[in-house]
Every structure is written in structure tokens, then in C-alpha cells.
């Protein structure tokens, strides 16, 4: 139980495009999402985090018109990275969590993006 | 504020020998404790967890870790290593009073685990 897709595992695309991530809880409600980012040899960036229905709370640093964070159901959460540039290249990690889990948080495979 | 200290960028060990991955934590509260693993290019795969009860936890493929509240430590332990414990381990820490909010992860720690 307590599984965490993510969609594209990878994806390349041109500077100046937009890409879309999605985080899907397979067979639980996620009441909290979160975001991470993680450079090579780094450790996980906390982005953002998102409850069902509200609006993101975003990390000091993290620019909010650049990672639009969508939370619109309690299974789905999405990461749209506008007018990505090459420094946007990342790995990015999705994890969802629901009550009575301890507060534990589940991951997603993560999402390599790679920016040309 | 929640933080996580793990002291060693990379561990390496002898295959069959004992390792141990340190990692000392700072909560306000009382905390929740995690160990999770990452092969390349992959996300985060659950260890073990501490939540209350016993101070020894024991997690997936033979790990086990230690709370020790005194010494706000958390080390992840291993009799016998393998070959294919080879990874990037993460500690991380909530406090238990927090609510909802974030894990709080160190830095990572490279294993290495040498034939």
C-alpha cells in the first residue's frame, strides 16, 4: 500500500518551454503533497507544499510563477515548470502523506528534467 | 527548527562487515525518525522509522537503527554488509508536535560497499 507515481520519469525539453509533472497516490488519499528538488550529489530541496484544494506553500527562494503547483484533487498533484530555462534541470521528487500515517511520507520515483 | 546532521559524506566497507551510517538530529519536541535509501536516479525507498516504543528499529533488508535520546542520534546499522547496499542513505526528522509539515532531510551519505 501507500504507493506514489510520478509522470514522465524523464523528459528533455526546450529552453523556453513549459513541462508539466504529475504526482499520483495510487491507493490512498493524500491529504499533503510535497515537493522536492535534488541536485547531483545533493540532498532533497524542499520546494513547495500543497494541500488538497488550497493553495501551495512555497519554500523561501522558490518562485511561485515558475513552479506552478496544482493540487486539484486528493489523488493528484501537479509541478508545471513555465518557461524552463537549463538551470532548471533537476531531479524533481514528489511525496504525498494522509492521516493516521504518522505523518510519514511517501515518495515518488521522481522526475529527471533535463533542459536544452 | 528540525535539523539533520549526517557527519560522513561517504562510508566505505569490506563486504561481510558491520556498517554503520551516523546521523544526529535537533527537534523542539519529541521527534519522528526516518532512514530512507536512493539508487541512482531513482526516488526514495522507505528503511525503518522511528516513531515511539522500543529504541531499536528494525527496517527492510536487515537494517536496523538505534534512537538514542540522549545523544539526539539515530545511526543506521548493518551486521553484515552487501554489495548491493551500495547507495545514497538519508536521515531525516520531523518533530512530532509539527502537524503536517515537511520531513527535513541531511545531507545524504554515500555507502560503498567493496567486494
Known amino acids: 500500500g501507500a504507493v506514489v507515481s510520478q509522470h514522465p520519469s524523464r523528459v528533455i525539453c526546450k529552453s523556453g518551454t513549459s513541462v508539466k509533472i504529475e504526482c499520483r497516490s495510487l491507493d490512498f488519499q493524500a491529504t499533503t503533497m510535497f515537493w522536492y528538488r535534488q541536485f547531483p550529489k545533493q540532498s532533497l530541496m524542499l520546494m513547495a507544499t500543497?494541500?488538497?484544494?488550497?493553495?501551495?506553500?512555497?519554500e523561501q527562494g522558490v518562485e511561485k510563477d515558475k513552479f506552478l503547483i496544482n493540487h486539484a484533487s486528493l489523488t493528484l498533484s501537479t509541478l508545471t515548470v513555465t518557461s524552463a530555462h537549463p538551470e532548471d534541470s533537476s531531479f524533481y521528487i514528489c511525496?504525498?502523506?494522509?492521516?493516521?500515517?504518522?505523518?510519514?511520507?511517501?515518495f515518488g520515483p521522481g522526475t529527471r528534467l533535463t533542459v536544452l | 527548527a528540525q535539523s539533520v546532521a549526517q557527519p560522513e559524506d561517504q562510508v566505505n566497507v569490506a563486504e561481510g562487515n558491520p556498517l554503520t551510517v551516523k546521523c544526529t538530529y535537533s527537534v523542539s519536541g519529541n521527534p519522528y525518525l526516518f532512514w530512507y535509501v536512493q539508487y541512482p536516479n531513482r526516488g526514495l525507498q522507505f528503511l525503518l522509522k522511528?516513531?515511539?516504543?522500543?529504541?531499536l528499529v528494525k527496517g527492510s533488508y536487515g537494517f536496523e537503527a538505534e534512537f538514542n535520546k540522549s545523544q539526539t542520534s539515530f545511526h543506521l546499522k548493518k551486521p553484515s554488509a552487501l554489495v548491493s547496499d551500495s547507495a545514497l542513505y538519508f536521515c531525516?526528522?520531523?518533530?512530532?508536535?509539527?502537524?503536517?509539515?515537511?520531513?527535513?532531510f541531511g545531507k545524504g551519505t554515500r555507502l560503498s560497499v567493496i567486494a
Open positions: 511525496s504525498a502523506s494522509f492521516k493516521g500515517s504518522y505523518n510519514e511520507q511517501f
Open positions: 500543497s494541500n488538497e484544494g488550497s493553495k501551495a506553500t512555497y
Open positions: 531525516a526528522v520531523r518533530d512530532m508536535m509539527g502537524g503536517n509539515t515537511p520531513l527535513v
Open positions: 522511528y516513531i515511539t516504543g522500543d529504541n
